[in-house]
């Protein structure tokens, strides 16, 4: 059936919504990634088989959802019931038929289900009452946990694809650039460039193709924002394109998925044909002029295709070689066309813009940070998980305040952000507003939204170096400053960390670093270095430490750690089946011996001791 | 070794006869094949009339394509942020040690592939382990005799 | 006509020139490793960087390689800045980290002042210095016989799946354009062989000399339309008998003349 114009639009919501409300109640089984690796799969298939069995008047399991990432990864997996929007957290298998019974046949609820507050163990019952969430802004996330993820019914029943057809009806391409410049939109991949800025750059180039791409390659480690958002509300990302590509033009767009998430593959692929199939993709879209069709590139495992010149060359089936940015992609981006990439966040936040105005988005954030932000948080934070805040929000609202602080109740020592092209932030700036400009001024920066917690026991210069050694396997090696002076910086931190460092190798850092950033092709190159300067800069005598006194304070860095067993040790032989290497001895009831020469420092005794009985020196 | 390679026209037959297809045609040979063959590169590159020093150039750049065959079991191991907070790197050391390869190699019994891989987005049950699609949650190092030990 | 200014020289240059082309006309000596009037420009090396200026930049300064940045209206272009300079020591001494056996790359290094590298050497070192300039000329050839292998720090230039590879003709562009001469091959016996594949070389049928490959010069004469007889006789004895014409005509016109 083919939707003919924004009229039979209305008319197919209203008809979409009616059959949701088939159902008084609904149950939602979060199947983000974090829970379907936790076992969501199973919850699903638990009330396939409960409800086969037993009939719940006014239910059936139609109104099972399968839905994105609610964010709230820590707790899963997660089942909802809607409308109450009764919170069930840690849900095992096992407990689907009490809920079935309790809460669905009846209206009652499952205490021990329930998410407990940390501060004082009371109950929360429902979504919107638990902390994490009432302190969020969910805009980009606004489906996430709310509709079934493959479902083109149920974007349009909550209102999907009306602001494609005010666009299409009442807007003209320059009207539509104009409402996103107002917006004060900026991308969210990290750049922080103005969306309508680069939107009108691109109109602005004569050429018989245009061409829109969504950047899906998410490469910062700690990072699945983009990957939810995906998997969660592809129909979110396709009219916020097919919106950028009546502004601009074009009638061929790609979405760049990255290799490693085959699910939001399967999703948006479900979404691109159900969108084909009712005439929103491909010719003369709700009966206007406005052609546009959309296909799906995947990445193969390359953080470089990030970038955007790369990213092009990776659609066309080439290496991903960036290129020098003097004639900027947008005016010559793929197959030397005039493109526009945004990021996924950037794209599902455009029908919302064309929908509520560009007022209202600038009444949330700061006015030259509008809008908000999809963070991932992860690391030593209590609260593991996906959240999305106003811009201008602190560091400390974020980590404490919804994050719920340190696990184990440790010191807080450092926020690394914007992945290996970003840098740390001590806990002298936890009060920093969040916003693109106060995060690069700190010698950090936003970066697509990974926020990494780290407590005492993170050791800058192995933090240093690991994005370091990232950053090495992943140059694409076409110039010299990335490909060697990563690849020197690197071995230079290696020695640091194994002690063997001197005050005057911490100077050629910072020296190599410059050049580096002054002489780099691309971004991936100019903000390697970022990491460890920013390390240097708020942990200097950290570095200090290790050149000067051999030593690691947070007891990470292998050469300069040994491992020993204390008097706490019961004799449990645990450690003992955990070494691999045979470096631990002793018998049944006495304290063991750890062999020094055969230690590896592997740190498997650590894990296993429930004793304290290892420590690390 | 021998392979069919009579798939690869139904692989072909997927995408467009253009050089903007080569990375998926490779990625579903990848797939299907668990390595690319040579014959089967030398193939793609008849098919889409490209030089074979590209085919293999591509090949070679991206993470995802192996030109040796792939173990039985193939162990991953997040090594995104979150992760290596969360102690991987001593998690890949010990699986390289006990192996006796690096990551981004395979035994020689073609037993077991080890590879690393930046941040599979379940950070909160880091540090994590994905053996043969199966996610292994909050590893700890002290399970990794377990895991080789395991059918 | 775009006026700009090179080391406090006001200069003119066509539209759409590169700073390079305009430096190099001006006779200023900077190195540009993986650049060839050939080829694109590629802008690898990084050793052509500039710094540049605006009168409206209040000061600030760019960074770029000359080789890619085209001419602009008042642009301001400083070609030994102090870190213009500094960033090529950098770059001379990252590459004898790399290669430093290397004559052509040491030689760089000592107009730099750089002696030894400050970083460390890397384990096996050769000579490639992966400017891209074999396979961008191969490519241009139209042969596209080799490429770059792999990527970041191990990226090498190789045959296709480490084996002869089947689109060389043995032309011996790369080779013969190699900075730093990595590329070897032979001519012995009738057989030229680079990356180990062999080819038969015709003999000149005046000359007897063995100079292009059957391979290369049935490429031509397939891609230019030319016959293959043409390439049985070799281009200085080609010459030769062009030379003899020309002095054959110069001589029938001074006769004609009274």
């Known amino acids: 059936m083919r939707i003919k114009d924004p009229q039979h639009l209305s008319k197919v919501q209203k008809e979409c919504r009616a059959a949701l409300g088939k159902f008084p109640k609904k149950v939602i089984v979060c199947c983000g990634t974090g829970c379907l690796a936790n076992g969501a799969a199973k919850i699903v298939t638990a009330f396939e088989d409960v409800l086969s069995k037993r009939k719940v008047k006014g239910f059936s399991i139609e109104a099972v959802t399968k839905t994105g990432c609610h964010g709230f990864c ?21 407990d689907v038929e009490a809920i079935v019974e309790k809460s669905l046949a009846h209206d009652e609820i499952l205490e021990p289900l329930l998410y407990s507050d940390p501060s004082n163990g009371h109950k929360i019952e429902r979504y919107n009452d638990l902390p994490f969430f009432s302190m969020q802004r969910r805009i980009a996330l606004r489906h996430l946990g709310k509709i079934a993820a493959h479902s083109i019914d149920e974007y349009i029943a909550d209102g999907g694809y009306q602001a494609l057809a005010k666009v299409l009806t009442s807007m003209t391409p320059d009207e539509v650039i104009a409402e996103i410049m107002a917006s004060g939109l900026r991308g969210r991949g990290g750049g922080g460039f103005p969306a309508g800025r680069k939107w009108r750059t691109c109109r602005d180039v004569v050429s018989d193709v245009h061409y829109v791409i969504c950047n899906g390659d998410e490469g910062d480690p700690g990072a699945f924002m983009d990957r939810s958002i995906m998997e969660g509300d592809p129909h979110g990302v396709l009219e916020g394109m097919m919106i950028a590509a009546y502004a601009v033009d074009a009638r061929q767009g790609f979405i760049y998925v990255r290799e490693e998430y085959p699910l939001a593959v399967t999703h948006l692929k479900k979404a ?7 005439g929103l993709l491909g010719d003369n879209i709700l009966g206007s002029d406005f052609s546009f069709s959309i296909r799906i590139s995947r990445g193969a495992g390359a953080f470089v295709c990030g970038e955007s010149s790369a990213l092009m060359r990776s659609v066309a089936g080439e290496v991903g070689e960036p290129r020098a940015k003097y004639i900027r992609s947008v005016v010559k981006g793929l197959y030397d066309k005039p493109t526009v990439l945004n990021n996924v966040e950037t794209y599902v936040n455009v029908p919302l813009i064309i929908d509520k105005g560009a007022e209202w988005y600038t009444s949330i954030g700061t006015p030259s940070n509008t809008g908000t932000k999809v963070f991932s948080l992860v690391g030593k934070v209590r609260n593991t998980g996906l959240i999305e805040v106003a811009m201008g929000a602190t560091m400390r609202e974020i980590i404490f305040g919804i994050g719920g602080g340190i696990i184990d109740n440790r010191p807080f020592k450092a926020v690394q952000t914007g992945g290996p092209s970003g840098g740390c932030l001590p806990e002298s700036m936890l009060d920093l507003p969040v916003d693109f400009d106060t995060l690069t001024e700190a010698g950090s920066m936003m970066g697509s939204g990974g926020m990494i917690v780290m407590d005492d026991r993170t050791c800058m210069v192995d933090l240093a170096k690991y994005f370091l050694s990232f950053l090495v396997s992943e140059s694409c090696g076409k110039c010299v400053p990335c490909r060697e002076g990563l690849y020197q910086l690197h071995a230079m931190t290696v020695k640091v960390s194994e002690g063997r460092a001197t005050e005057a190798d911490l100077e050629k850092m910072e020296k190599l670093s410059e050049m580096i950033i002054l002489g780099s092709l691309c971004g991936l190159g100019k903000s390697g270095p970022n990491p460890l300067l920013s390390t240097i800069r708020y942990f200097r005598d950290e570095y200090l430490v290790h050149i000067r006194e051999k030593r690691c304070p947070a007891g990470v860095c292998r050469e300069l750690i040994t491992y020993e067993i204390n008097d706490k040790c019961t004799g449990c032989m645990a450690c003992i089946s955990a070494c691999a290497v045979n470096a631990i001895t002793g018998e049944k009831k006495q304290v063991h011996v750890l062999d020094q020469e055969k230690c590896t420092k592997c740190g498997a005794c650590y894990a296993v001791c429930k004793f304290d009985a290892i420590e690390i020196h | 070794m021998n392979h069919d390679f009579g798939k690869l026209p139904e692989i072909f037959g997927r995408y467009d006869q253009s050089p903007a297809s080569l990375i998926a045609i490779l990625q579903d040979i990848q797939r299907e094949y668990h390595y690319l063959p040579k014959e089967a590169l030398r193939e793609t590159a008849r098919w ?45 050391q010990q699986f390289e040690s006990m192996l006796n390869i690096k990551a981004g190699q395979t035994t020689p019994d073609r037993e077991h592939t080890l590879e690393v891989v930046a941040c599979v987005g379940a950070c909160a049950m880091a540090p994590i382990i994905i053996v043969d699609e199966k996610y292994h949650g909050s590893f700890s190092v002290s399970n990794v005799r377990k895991i080789l030990k395991a059918k | 006509m775009v006026r700009l200014t090179i080391n406090g020289k006001l200069v003119q240059a066509a539209e759409g020139e590169m700073l390079l082309s305009v430096i190099r006309r001006e006779k200023i000596d900077i190195p540009a490793l993986c650049h060839h009037e050939a080829v694109e420009p590629y802008g690898a090396c990084r050793l052509c960087m500039v710094e540049i200026t605006r009168p409206e930049w209040d000061g600030w300064a760019n960074f770029v390689t000359s080789c890619l940045y085209p001419v602009e209206e008042n642009l301001i272009v400083s070609t030994h800045s102090p870190k213009v300079i500094e960033l090529r020591k950098t770059i001379v001494d990252l590459f004898l980290a790399c290669h430093p056996n290397t004559p052509e790359i040491i030689q760089l290094a000592a107009d730099y002042g750089v002696t030894h590298t400050s970083y460390e050497e890397v384990p096996e070192p050769d000579d490639c210095i992966l400017c891209g300039l074999c396979t961008r000329i191969c490519e241009t050839m139209g042969f596209k016989a080799i490429s770059a292998v792999g990527r970041g720090h191990g990226k090498e230039i190789a045959p296709p799946l480490g084996e002869a590879p089947p689109d060389c003709v043995g032309c011996l562009a790369c080779a013969q354009n190699c900075p730093t001469h990595f590329i070897k091959f032979s001519d012995r016996n009738g057989v030229r062989r680079i990356w180990e594949k062999d080819f038969e070389l015709m003999a000149c049928s005046r000359c007897g000399r063995k100079t292009i490959t059957r391979e290369f010069a049935e490429s031509l004469s397939a891609g230019r339309d030319i016959p293959m007889e043409y390439f049985e006789i070799c281009d200085d004895c080609h010459r030769m008998e062009t030379s003899r014409t020309m002095g054959r005509i110069a001589n029938w016109s001074r006769e004609v003349q009274p």
């Open chain 1, 74 to 94: 820590e707790q899963g997996p997660l089942v909802v019931i809607e409308p109450q929007g009764t919170f069930y957290t840690r849900v095992k298998p096992k």
């Open chain 1, 272 to 278: 691109i044909d159900d969108c084909e199939e009712v």
């Open chain 2, 48 to 92: 889409l009339t490209i030089p074979l020093s590209k085919v293999y150039s591509v090949s070679t750049f991206y993470n995802a394509f192996s030109l040796v065959p792939r173990g039985k079991k193939v162990i991953r191991v997040c090594v995104g942020t979150a992760c290596h907070i969360r102690g991987a790197s001593l998690i890949q």
